[in-house]
């Protein structure tokens, strides 16, 4: 990983909330940062490969416009001059979104933003580039035949999770302080885990999802970030209504209730969702060190599953039928040229009838419903994030591991994909080879604030 290091170079390792206050006190320009962070890319971009695209001329442009805002003292909004990249899934105008497929082409007028960018653009933001996905971002790892591996910046030998991990990596590396990354079985959390930063999947509804998504409901964007409350930042930014997306609804900032910390609140801290998972002992030690510190810091907690069965079978029946939907959309010929496993198993929800959608959406209901009644009791649950740390880079799967899908190693994330609840992985150590572990903490649906709280409350 990037070691810290001073002048120049040291803006790239600043969060965003310690850009903008060096911005508002004159220490240094959105021009300087930018210069960094654009430097610090260069650097880390052969070994890692978190990037698809990288825009110097349009990232310095927006870099000066910001400067120059300040100078006047007329700041855009919330992130002005704070650099942001934006995983390659979700469109930006000015230039090509590719979604990690050779088969799209970089042809096109690209004069449209979806909703969450354009938020970032409203605010001043400067956009760095845009950061690599595996195909259509169908799975937990990122690698792609359109951009080859990304690796993490812990080790480069390992993943760096997906289907954020273009995102995840870049953050971690200094590559810009914030990134925006899709999460639709897991794919902020587990990237955000294996490297070693915080990862917020928000509430279904919270953030506009257009264009929107062929996997449905099951689809979130949300901030990659090296802190909470950078995190928080990001959500007040791009949450919020949008006549596009039909679903969503006004909510308000969650950045002023951070520092409420968790004194009081009642967490249910699960280990392995009732023995159901195996949990790499070192990931299981760190994450009981830390739920031990939220109970130093006033907590009410104690050990208690949701009391649910994994419900993978109908999490692929969805997944799966989002994918045969994604391919039908696509000509022939692309379709015929995607990565074997996402042909895989868009083929298998090409099987499915509309009763085992509907058998499907059933579970993801009652999965809801026990959950909501979870929280009746219980503020927040707390479980790893994942129960390994990072494995070997290009496989889908550890090896040896005897896992035929991505889903095998990540039954702690998809579950809240399902109901929509907010979950938020934050960094709680490393194991003997200094890779990351992340703990999850997941809140009722449209309680954003609380999960950030409590994330807040581990870092200080």
Same mark, same amino acid.
């Given at each position: ?13 600043? @969060? ?12 240094? @320009? ?41 100078? &006047?003292?007329?700041?855009? /909004? ?8 934006? &995983? ?13 497929? &050779? ?34 971002? !169908? &799975? ?39 990134? #925006?990354?899709?999460?639709g079985g897991g794919s902020v959390? =587990? ?8 990862? #917020? ?30 995190a928080a930042l990001v959500l007040? $930014? ?7 997306? !039909? ?27 009732? /023995? ?24 009410? $907690? ?73 929280? #009746? @009791? ?9 129960? =390994? ?10 090896? /040896?591991?005897?896992?035929?899908? !991505?889903?095998?190693?990540?039954p702690f994330t998809y579950p809240?994909?399902?109901? /929509? ?28 604030? #609380? ?10």
């Amino acid at each position: 990983m990037t070691e810290p290091t001073t002048g120049h170079a040291a803006l790239a390792d600043l @969060t965003a909330r310690q850009l903008l206050d060096g911005y508002g006190k004159g220490d240094f @320009t959105p021009v300087e940062a930018t210069s960094a962070v654009l430097d610090r890319i260069e650097a880390v971009q052969p070994r890692i490969n978190a990037f698809v695209r990288i825009d110097v001329e349009q990232a310095l442009a927006q870099a000066e416009a910001a400067t120059e805002r300040r100078r &006047k003292g007329e700041p855009l /909004g919330l992130l002005d001059g704070v650099p942001v990249s934006v &995983k390659d899934t979700l469109p930006t105008a000015g230039g090509p979104t590719l979604r990690g497929s &050779k088969g799209a082409s970089t042809k096109g007028s690209w004069d449209v933003d979806a909703s969450a960018v354009a938020r970032l653009r409203e605010h001043g933001a400067v956009l760095v580039g845009k950061t690599t996905t595996p195909e259509f971002g !169908w &799975k937990a790892t990122t690698d792609s035949e359109l951009s080859g591996i990304t690796r993490n910046p812990h080790d480069p030998n390992r993943t760096a999770g997906g289907s954020s991990g273009g995102s995840a990596a870049a953050v971690a590396a200094g590559a810009a302080p914030l990134s #925006l990354g899709t999460d639709g079985g897991g794919s902020v959390r =587990i990237p955000a885990a294996f490297c070693g930063v915080v990862g #917020l999947k928000p509430t279904y509804g919270r953030v506009p999802l257009f264009p929107a998504s062929p996997f449905g409901s099951l689809a979130h964007i949300g901030p990659l970030a090296r802190s909470a409350a950078d995190a928080a930042l990001v959500l007040d $930014v791009i949450g919020g209504a949008d006549w596009r997306d !039909w679903s969503v609804r006004a909510a308000e900032p969650v950045s002023p209730l951070l520092t409420e910390g968790v004194k009081g609140l009642r967490i249910a801290y699960s280990p392995a969702f009732g /023995g159901q998972v195996a949990v790499h002992r070192e990931v299981a030690a760190a994450v009981r060190a830390a739920v031990a510190r939220l109970a130093g810091l006033g907590a009410y $907690v104690e050990e208690a599953d949701p009391d649910f069965a994994d419900p993978v079978a109908a999490f692929h029946t969805l997944w799966f039928a989002g994918a045969a939907r994604l391919a039908h959309q696509l000509p022939s010929a692309w379709r015929a040229a995607l990565e074997p496993g996402l042909r895989e198993i868009a083929d298998q929800g090409a099987r499915l009838s509309a009763v085992d959608y509907l058998a499907a959406t059933e579970v993801q209901a009652q999965l809801g419903h026990r959950m909501a009644r979870f929280h #009746l @009791t219980y503020d927040l649950l707390v479980t790893p994030t994942l129960p =390994i740390t990072a494995f070997e880079a290009g496989a889908e799967v550890p090896r /040896g591991s005897g896992l035929r899908r !991505w889903t095998g190693w990540t039954p702690f994330t998809y579950p809240f994909n399902m109901t /929509g609840q907010p979950a938020v992985t934050v960094p709680v150590g490393t194991d003997s080879a200094g890779l990351p572990i992340g703990l999850q903490i997941v809140a009722a649906r449209h309680r954003d604030d #609380l999960v950030l709280r409590a994330a807040h409350a581990l870092e200080q």
